[in-house]
């Protein structure tokens, strides 16, 4: 009976991940998580990478917050972390405009909700203290909306994302943080498709106390290694007052094992849980990596190749309705209206992984996270016409190879 539980070992295949994430982790970064020694958590050589990482990922968000650290884990265990400041009865103002900023909506009013208010509706608290406001799908949160709505409610906290995957769309920091400011509330950003992608220092947007980000978008380091996150000195003395109710992500507590003790950087982490030496060797070869290409250059290359599929998949009668620059969100051209999800699994189906809309309306996602070469956008742009092509659509592929030429001709190889 038990050896029939034996299933065969696991094979998963190479696919093209053209999708929002994850991003496709650099060979040199899966190399060093399969090439690092056993070696327990408080091997040395493991606390000295921690702490060349905890250094490595201050330039890369570009701060001097000592709290600055590595969240085992995905996205959303960075972002819990950031949250954990959020008490029972606090004051929120939340902005949400998409799949991902809806969740840390959730979030908030899960932390947010008093005891009362959280058995009241245990999976989606709806605690009086928070207040979302709603910015509808295809469309960016402004410096105007952030302006009325923290002028009117006065929150402790307010939180956002700033580019809101789920509808592709890049909402106005500068706007957020000076609002902020403005009205001395504490900033908390979702940044989990943007570091690593657009060219920011977190340290110039003092309206914002808390930033999370993930491995596996902008940092290309799947192979569940850290979620990046910065927390200021204000926001560290606030959760010095009021606690919070976690011990493994408790930002202060979690910040030990990175050698950040009492508000200071030490010359050696102490334990708080069984870091591996895989990931910690996999995400120092990922901040490596993105030092070395450098933050604005990325940034550079991001803008250049994600304008070349914009054009592309436009002449290909699409229309684009997204802003970020690691991914298209668009809607197909009348004739395939309705047909979203049949696409999609049409592409998937064949190793082209790309996505629809988690959350409506339906629209169909195409990404290029490390895939800033004319070799894979020109192999994402053929495969996605002839996709379109299979449904029946009348796609002009001349001149979309005409768009590709323009940008590309002069550039023989990846
Ligand atoms: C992808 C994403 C998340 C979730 O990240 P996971 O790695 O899936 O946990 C949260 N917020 C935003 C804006 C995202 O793009």
Redesign the pocket.
């Known amino acids: 009976m038990s050896q029939n539980m034996i299933f065969p070992q696991l094979e998963i295949p190479q696919t093209l991940a053209a999708g929002?994430?994850p991003g496709n982790t650099d060979p040199r970064v899966l190399d060093r998580f399969a090439s690092a020694g056993m070696a327990d958590h408080m091997q040395p050589d493991v606390l000295r990478g921690m702490i060349e990482c905890k250094q490595m990922l201050r330039a890369v968000m570009g701060t001097s917050n000592v709290y600055t650290f590595g969240v085992a884990g995905?996205?959303?265990?960075g972002?819990d972390v950031m949250f954990s400041a959020v008490m029972p009865g606090d004051k929120v103002v939340v902005f949400s405009n998409g799949t991902?900023?809806s969740?840390?909506g959730l979030t908030v009013r899960m932390k947010a909700a008093t005891a009362e208010e959280l058995a009241a509706d245990p999976m989606n608290p709806q605690p009086a203290s928070v207040i979302t406001i709603d910015v509808p799908h295809g469309e960016s949160v402004t410096a105007e909306i952030v302006e009325k709505a923290l002028a009117e409610h006065k929150p402790k906290w307010a939180a956002i994302?700033h580019?809101?995957?789920g509808s592709g769309r890049i909402n106005d920091m500068r706007g957020f943080s000076d609002a902020c400011e403005r009205h001395d509330v504490m900033g908390l950003v979702?940044a989990?498709?943007s570091l690593g992608v657009e060219d920011f220092r977190i340290d110039d947007f003092p309206g914002i106390h808390g930033w999370a980000s993930?491995?596996?978008?902008g940092i290309c380091c799947l192979p569940l290694t850290y979620?990046p996150v910065s927390f200021t000195d204000r926001y560290i003395d606030e959760l010095k007052k009021t606690g919070t109710r976690t011990f493994v992500h408790h930002p202060i507590l979690e910040a030990r094992h990175w050698g950040i003790i009492d508000g200071k950087d030490v010359d050696k982490g102490t334990y708080h849980r069984t870091h591996s030496a895989y990931a910690i060797a996999a995400f120092h070869e990922a901040l490596r990596i993105t030092l070395q290409h450098t933050i604005s250059q990325r940034a550079e290359d991001y803008a250049f190749h994600e304008s070349v599929l914009r054009e592309a998949v436009t002449a290909m009668g699409c229309d684009v309705t997204s802003n970020m620059t690691s991914l298209v969100v668009l809607n197909l051209p009348e004739s395939l209206a309705g047909r979203e999800a049949e696409l999609v699994q049409h592409c998937r189906a064949d190793g082209f992984g790309i996505w629809p809309t988690l959350s409506a309306p339906v629209q169909v996602r195409i990404g290029i996270l490390n895939l800033l070469s004319p070799v894979a956008i020109t192999e994402i742009v053929t495969r996605f016409g002839q996709a379109m092509k299979d449904l029946g659509a009348d796609v002009d592929m001349d001149a979309v190879q005409a768009v590709l030429d323009k940008h590309y001709k002069t550039t023989t190889t990846a």
């Open positions: 929002p994430g995905t996205g959303w265990s972002l991902f900023s969740i840390d994302a580019w809101e995957t979702d989990v498709s993930c491995p596996q978008k979620a």
